[in-house]
């Protein structure tokens, strides 16, 4: 599969992501300036973590803006595979193509640590190598990582299903004190309503090799590059 990765200014995980497509999976991989206007053929584009235009206004807000982005639109629209890490997740708020808000962090405070998500889902492409109800245990890096919306809008996306990961504890209880950002409903992870447009707020480009001492993050890039049969021989060839 041929994925492109969003180059903005600020970004400051696009070669992590970049690493993991192509040096571990060995996925056909380009870098995608934030100026350009055309995804170039590819099937999966990345908008990796960072801080875009120095998160001025709010974080992913002037990103969302970018010329390339109205491409990105176009392949989210047609089903075309967008998977937004951390600060790529805020600019898939701001554009309208996920659902929700971000705001500052529950204490005000950077957040840089492991927390542990419960998978929601696992009929999606991109949890084709998890289950529900999997524990997961990967790094944050955000302090604008608290996803607020509406009463009414949040029921809406738990009667969709569109919930994918959630903030628990090491045994998959969502406990008050592993939801560290104070999401609404311990949401770490949403996807749209096709399924297609994932975001996410940790990082799995960070936790993608034993040489780090977690793997949790492989499943989730490798099922983003599977087949649409869901064949994710690329994992195997891992080592998974």
């Given at each position: 599969m041929k994925c492109g990765i969003v180059v903005f200014p600020g970004s400051n995980c696009?070669?992590?992501?970049?690493?993991?497509?192509?040096?571990?999976?060995?996925?056909e991989t380009t870098f995608l300036w934030h100026q350009e206007t055309s995804l170039e053929g590819c099937e999966l584009v990345v908008l990796p973590g960072g801080f875009s235009y120095g998160d001025y206004l709010r974080a992913g807000s002037m990103a969302a803006h970018s010329p390339i982005m109205a491409a990105v639109r176009r392949h989210a629209e047609v089903g075309g595979r967008v998977l937004g890490i951390c600060n790529g997740f805020q600019m898939l708020l701001e554009?309208?193509?996920?659902?929700?808000?971000m705001r500052r962090n529950r204490d005000l405070r950077f957040l840089s640590v492991d927390v542990h998500l419960r998978v929601e889902r696992d009929d999606l492409v991109y949890c084709s190598n998890y289950r529900c109800g999997d524990v997961l245990r990967m790094?944050?890096?955000?302090?604008?990582?608290?996803?607020?919306?509406t009463?009414?809008?949040?029921?809406?996306?738990?009667?969709?299903?569109?919930?994918v990961f959630r903030y628990a504890d090491a045994s998959g209880q969502l406990e008050p004190g592993a939801n560290l950002n104070g999401s609404e409903r311990a949401i770490a992870g949403i996807c749209n309503a096709g399924g297609n447009v994932l975001g996410l707020m940790p990082h799995p480009e960070?936790?993608?090799?034993?040489?780090?001492?977690?793997?949790?993050?492989?499943?989730?890039?490798?099922?983003?590059?599977?087949?649409?049969d869901g064949r994710?021989?690329?994992?195997?060839?891992?080592?998974g």
């Open positions: 696009d070669h992590d992501v970049y690493h993991v497509l192509n040096h571990v999976l060995g996925q554009t309208g193509l996920l659902p929700g808000a790094p944050i890096a955000h302090a604008e990582g608290n996803y607020v919306d009463e009414e809008a949040l029921d809406e996306l738990e009667r969709r299903g569109q919930v960070r936790c993608a090799e034993e040489m780090l001492g977690n793997r949790d993050g492989l499943g989730l890039l490798a099922g983003a590059v599977a087949a649409a994710v021989g690329a994992l195997a060839a891992a080592g």
